[in-house]
Structures are given as C-alpha cells and as structure tokens.
C-alpha cells in the first residue's frame, strides 16, 4: 500500500512507509535513574526514586530527549545519506582501524555515549 503526504518545506512522499511509522523510540527505566544516583553519590532508595518523579524531571527528560533527538537525527542524515562534511568527522580510531559509519548507539551513562562503530 502506497502512503502519501506532504512534510515540512513543501517536499512531498510517496512510497511504503507510514508516516507515523516509528523509527526509534527512547526508554529511560528506573535502572538507569538508579545508575545516575550511584554515580553521583545519592542512595538508591525508593523514597529518592519517588522524590524525582514527584517533580518536572520527568518531563523536562523527554522534552529535552527530543530537542537532543532532533539535532542528532540531523547530524545522522547528513552524515549517512549526504555525505556531507560532517561525516569526515565523525570516526572512530580503534587500533589503527578507521570506522566511519555509526551502528548502534547502545547507552548513555554518565555522560558517555557507548556506540558500535563499522567501517
């Protein structure tokens, strides 16, 4: 079944995609909000876990998540299906090996970003 639709600037699809159609959805879970505690010192207890969903935290994770989405999604496409001069940048050296093209982004912990990188 064919989908149509118009996205943003005028340009117009036509193919087999949905445009509703997922293609990443982000979890953050308790264990990962546990992990944050226990590197910043704070104890891991329910009446803590409780205290941070009790305020705008939540929210403002997901808002922010997607603003963050957005400009990754764009370096992404650029690097991928554009070639553009963001891809000369954007490698990875692991023993004299040069991996240019991004995998698998499998966490983000204490401010590191763990991917899977191929050449």
């Known amino acids: 079944?064919?989908?149509?639709?118009?996205?943003?600037?005028?340009?117009?699809?036509?193919?087999?995609?949905?445009?509703?159609?997922?293609?990443?959805?982000?979890?953050?879970?308790?264990?990962?909000?546990?992990?944050?505690?226990?590197?910043?010192?704070?104890?891991?207890?329910?009446?803590?876990?409780?205290?941070?969903?009790?305020?705008?935290?939540?929210?403002?994770?997901?808002?922010?998540?997607?603003?963050?989405?957005?400009?990754i999604l764009e370096d992404l496409v650029c690097m991928e299906m554009k070639g553009g001069d963001d891809s000369a940048d954007a490698a990875v050296v692991v023993d004299g090996q040069r991996f240019t093209h991004l995998k698998n982004v499998t966490r983000v912990l204490g401010g590191h970003v763990i991917t899977e990188w191929e050449r």
Not at 39 to 56: H, K, P, Q, W, Y
């Open 1 to 71: 079944m064919k989908c149509m639709g118009i996205v943003s600037d005028g340009f117009e699809y036509e193919g087999e995609h949905r445009l509703d159609e997922e293609i990443c959805v982000v979890r953050w879970q308790v264990q990962d909000l546990l992990d944050m505690f226990a590197m910043l010192g704070v104890e891991c207890s329910d009446a803590n876990i409780d205290r941070f969903l009790a305020t705008r935290a939540p929210r403002t994770l997901d808002e922010r998540s997607t603003e963050e989405g957005w400009e």
